[in-house]
T-cell receptor
Framework: AQSVTQLGSHVSVSEGALVLLRCNYS??????LFWYVQYPNQGLQLLLK??????LVKGINGFEAEFKKSETSFHLTKPSAHMSDAAEYFC??????????????FGPGTSLSVIP | EPEVTQTPSHQVTQMGQEVILRCVPI?????FYWYRQILGQKVEFLVS????????KSEIFDDQFSVERPDGSNFTLKIRSTKLEDSAMYFC?????????????FGEGSRLTVL
């Protein structure tokens, strides 16, 4: 069965410091992977997605993620944290289950706090 | 920019009452979803809908839940007799296609509070 784990339910970084949010997936077939961000009291916004092209994916707001098949990981990074990055981050996997359908499964989320 | 819209943004209801949450997906999208997020918890898949029928549903989506797309525009989630544990944020999502085109676009959510 496909699944997503996110190590660390809560991460705190100082403003200007590196952000690293971890995501590992379990899938028997090549997955498509996503990172979504949720700001307080808002919906889910796509940050970036991996669709089997380049393994290093750049997204919005300076975020990027690298797909590592050998480690089954898709960690999210940003070189320099900004106060506005404080939010909940969800890693998600989309796996083809049938010929006409695939499902998106979300990880448990990581809450990012940025300390001034 | 096209977006998924949901109404109401917040609904308070008494236990046992019926609730209908409404969604207008992006107009050319073909796949529609409902997800649920209980406060402070993960985003959980409820149901997917394609070609006017349910494609898949989770174990959460029991007989109290139903979905329909009555007019080719709206996509609704009905909870027949709400329970306290149905209190959550409900997100509607749509996608144009599958696989590489499989980015989900989410609405802002409908917060349901069951008293």
């Amino acid at each position: 069965a496909q699944s997503v784990t996110q190590l660390g339910s809560h991460v705190s970084v100082s403003e200007g410091a590196l952000v690293l949010l971890r995501c590992n997936y379990s899938s028997s077939v090549p997955p498509y992977l996503f990172w979504y961000v949720q700001y307080p009291n808002q919906g889910l916004q796509l940050l970036l997605k991996y669709t089997s092209a380049a393994t290093l994916v750049k997204g919005i707001n300076g975020f990027e993620a690298e797909f590592k098949k050998s480690e089954t990981s898709f960690h999210l990074t940003k070189p320099s944290a900004h106060m506005s990055d404080a939010a909940e981050y969800f890693c998600a996997v989309s796996v083809r289950l049938k010929t006409s359908y695939d499902k998106v499964i979300f990880g448990p989320g990581t809450s990012l706090s940025v300390i001034p | 920019e096209p977006e998924v819209t949901q109404t109401p943004s917040h609904q308070v209801t008494q236990m046992g009452q019926e609730v209908i949450l409404r969604c207008v997906p992006i107009s050319n999208h073909l796949y529609f979803y409902w997800y649920r997020q209980i406060l402070g918890q993960k985003v959980e898949f409820l149901v997917s809908f394609y070609n006017n029928e349910i494609s898949e549903k989770s174990e959460i989506f029991d007989d109290q839940f139903s979905v329909e797309r009555p007019d080719g525009s709206n996509f609704t989630l009905k909870i027949r007799s709400t329970k306290l544990e149905d209190s959550a944020m409900y997100f509607c999502a749509s996608r144009l296609g599958q696989g590489k085109a499989g980015e989900l676009f989410f609405g802002e959510g409908s917060r349901l509070t069951v008293l």
